[in-house]
């Protein structure tokens, strides 16, 4: 379960408060790999920091019994000034990972780093950072995998193995992903919420949702 109970959620600025959320209630359906498509804008990022927890509403709360990552191929929850290895073994003492010699074998194999693991994560591209991001969470046992963007993850090669990792993670767990690419929503998800003017609409078949996407 991943509810939105009352959530209300808005920028401040000195002209005026721009509110992307308000007083929402929509709960999640279990069991799908969800597509979260919106307009430019309409929340979809905004979203997933708030199921993530990664940011909080201003007024309601956000209920779940699920083990949740963070939004996987953006750099969130790796610290800059910490080396790749620093960052691993934090992310999982975190995360309560048990084995933590077997979860970092399975970071450093994935990320495909070399000599760069034992490097501030300051010194890393974007690429690199993102690559250590996707390692670091596919590495550990969630019930909910937030993507956004997966195949900005890394070179041609690591963007295949990616895929595939992420399709496998799909069968025993789920996916909740944003992208523009409706090939590739296809590939990993069945079913859609489209985002708009700050409603949430599931739609149980990803072609039905895609198709009243584009017609926004």
């Known amino acids: 379960m991943i509810l939105l109970d009352n959530v209300t959620k808005c920028y401040r600025s000195q002209v005026d408060n721009l509110y992307i959320f308000k007083d929402l209630n929509f709960e999640i359906p279990p069991e799908h790999n969800i597509?979260?498509?919106?307009?430019?804008?309409?929340?979809?990022?905004?979203?997933?920091?708030?199921?993530?927890?990664?940011?909080?509403?201003?007024?309601?709360?956000?209920?779940?019994?699920?083990?949740?990552?963070?939004?996987?191929?953006?750099?969130t929850g790796i610290h800059a000034q910490m080396t790749g290895r620093e960052n691993t073994?934090?992310?999982?003492?975190?995360?309560?990972?048990?084995?933590?010699?077997?979860?970092?074998?399975?970071?450093?194999?994935?990320?495909?780093?070399?000599?760069?693991?034992?490097?501030?994560?300051?010194?890393?591209?974007?690429?690199?950072?993102?690559?250590?991001?996707?390692?670091?969470?596919?590495?550990?046992?969630?019930?909910?995998?937030?993507?956004?963007?997966?195949?900005?993850?890394?070179?041609?090669?690591?963007?295949?193995?990616?895929k595939k990792a992420l399709l496998d993670k799909s069968k025993e767990a789920s996916v909740i992903m944003i992208s523009h690419q409706m090939n590739e929503l296809r590939q990993f998800c069945d079913s859609a919420i489209v985002i708009d003017q700050g409603q949430l609409t599931f739609y149980n078949d990803l072609n039905e949702g895609i198709k009243k996407y584009e017609a926004l």
Do not use: Q
Request: aromatic fraction near 10%; include cysteine.
């Open 89 to 162: 073994r934090f992310i999982g003492r975190v995360n309560g990972v048990a084995d933590l010699a077997e979860y970092e074998r399975r970071v450093v194999e994935f990320a495909e780093l070399g000599k760069k693991y034992e490097l501030p994560v300051a010194n890393y591209s974007s690429g690199m950072r993102s690559r250590l991001a996707f390692a670091c969470s596919l590495s550990i046992d969630f019930d909910v995998y937030l993507i956004d963007e997966v195949t900005a993850v890394g070179d041609a090669n690591f963007k295949r193995k990616a």
């Open 35 to 75: 597509a979260i498509l919106g307009a430019n804008g309409a929340g979809k990022s905004t979203l997933f920091r708030l199921i993530a927890g990664s940011e909080y509403p201003n007024k309601g709360r956000i209920i779940t019994d699920k083990s949740i990552s963070w939004p996987v191929a953006l750099s």
